[in-house]
């Protein structure tokens, strides 16, 4: 079963949250951007990575580096899942510690 590590702004987003993310995506390889414009106060906008092996593991690491960036210049709160589990949260730029924790261990340093 392939497993996604997915990143997404947790409070309302805009299109410079998308504008932003898009680009994250763009610059990480094999990272990919969704965004649903249509969804109001309720839009979600996020990044994802295919996480099946270590192989990926550097551009894990990647991705939530520069999600991390856009979390502090926008102020936003990030969710970050693996398999649709909610391993904690980026919050103007910084992990909280459930995250951190999380991140380590599946990805390492």
Not at 81 to 109: K, M, N, P, S
């Amino acid at each position: 079963m392939a497993r996604y590590l997915v990143l997404f702004v947790a409070d309302d987003a805009d299109d410079g949250h998308a504008d932003a993310l898009r680009d994250v995506a763009r610059r990480v390889g094999g990272a990919g951007f969704f965004d649903d414009p249509m969804g109001g106060a309720q839009r979600t906008v996020g990044t994802y990575l295919r996480v099946d092996d270590e192989a990926a593991h550097p551009s894990a690491r990647a991705l939530v580096g520069h999600v991390a960036v856009v979390s502090e210049v926008l102020a936003a709160r990030v969710e970050v899942q693996l398999e649709e589990r909610v391993l904690g949260h980026l919050v103007a730029g910084q992990a909280d510690a459930r995250l951190a924790r999380a991140l380590e261990a599946a990805f390492g340093r």
